[in-house]
């Protein structure tokens, strides 16, 4: 359980940013669960077990359990935020998604318009050999249409989503994860 410890915690303890939360008492659990393995492995006497088993049930903050196991298992710095956590992100930060959005909405246009116009146009010259109408340059001219809303949409699609984003993160801090 040691080496997976901290990815069990619904809120990294070791984040400041959820330093200051209230911790539950699966939390408080799963230190324990920590120091009775310390103790089974000999890397605890009784004495110093209860006592941080106390210190443990005392702890009112996430911030206060890791220093409890801080020689029993490696306290490395957090792992980055999960991409889908936005507490703590500066609105720079938010803005930048949002313009990689808009990037990833025009890249997909584009391949929609190149495959579309590739599988179509091969289909009527395998079909007719060049000799009808060439229809596929209405899906052309859809696909072309859609290129040019996106792109000239690029800064209210990056208004819209960065909104999208501040809702987002102002829900995710109203109601960590775990939460209704």
């Known amino acids: 359980m040691t080496g997976d410890l901290w990815s069990a915690f619904p809120l990294d303890p070791r984040d400041r940013g959820h330093a200051g939360l209230r911790a539950s ?3 408080r659990e799963r230190i324990t669960g920590v120091l009775s ?5 000999g890397r605890l006497d009784r004495d110093e077990l209860e ?5 443990v049930n005392a702890a009112r903050t996430l911030g206060e359990l890791p220093p409890l ?5 490696p306290l490395k710095t957090p792992p980055p935020r999960s991409p889908k ?10 803005h930048q998604r949002a313009v990689e959005r808009w990037g990833e909405q025009r890249r997909h246009a584009l ?4 495959l579309s116009s ?7 010259l395998a079909a007719s050999g060049g000799d009808t109408f060439p229809w596929p340059v209405f899906v052309t001219a859809l696909g072309l249409l859609n290129v040019v809303k996106v792109v000239s949409g ?14 987002k993160q102002a829900r995710q801090q109203r109601w960590p994860k775990g939460l209704p």
């Open 69 to 73: 196991v801080a020689d029993l298992v």
């Open 85 to 94: 956590s936005l507490v703590g992100v500066p609105s720079e930060v938010l």
């Open 51 to 55: 006592e941080r088993i106390d210190k």
């Open 37 to 41: 393995t310390a103790f089974a492995d």
């Open 118 to 124: 590739l599988i179509t146009w091969f289909i009527w």
């Open 25 to 27: 008492d699966e939390d």
């Open 111 to 114: 391949f929609t318009l190149l």
């Open 154 to 167: 690029r800064e209210q699609t990056v208004r819209d989503e960065v909104r999208r984003l501040e809702k």
